[in-house]
């Protein structure tokens, strides 16, 4: 079931696991785990579905724009209870876009 697939993602791209770890009695994961909060079927496409997936930020270091892709995209693409699975769209909080850095000799500098 889509409701299943959903839940299943953001568990796996956020605090799931499918092996035992020491440290899951040491914090609450509850706080740091991913959310499927809306699921929308494709138009003209049978089971195929549209999931909205939110995360935590407390979930990602500030700044770093390699530990929150890491995150959400690590391990989730190799998640074999889904035949398929595509990111089509990513909304970063303007709090979040605000720990980044940016480049260290400038915007363009680097356009160059």
């Not at 496409?45 to 990602?60: G, K, R, S, T």
């Not at 998640?79 to 970063?92: H, S």
Request: proline share 6%; net charge negative.
């Amino acid at each position: 079931p889509p409701e299943e697939a959903g839940a299943a993602v953001a568990a796996e791209s956020s605090t799931g696991t499918w092996t035992t770890v020491w440290t899951d009695g040491l914090t609450s994961l509850d706080r740091y785990k991913g959310r499927c909060y809306n699921i929308e079927p494709v138009a003209g496409e049978e089971n195929q579905y549209i999931c909205y997936v939110a995360y935590p930020l407390d979930l990602f270091e500030e700044g770093s724009v390699t530990n929150m892709f890491t995150s959400i995209v690590g391990n989730v693409f190799g998640f074999k209870a889904l035949r398929a699975l595509r990111l089509e769209d990513l909304r970063i909080p303007t709090a979040y876009t605000k720990t980044f850095q940016g480049p260290p000799h400038g915007i363009q500098v680097e356009r160059d």
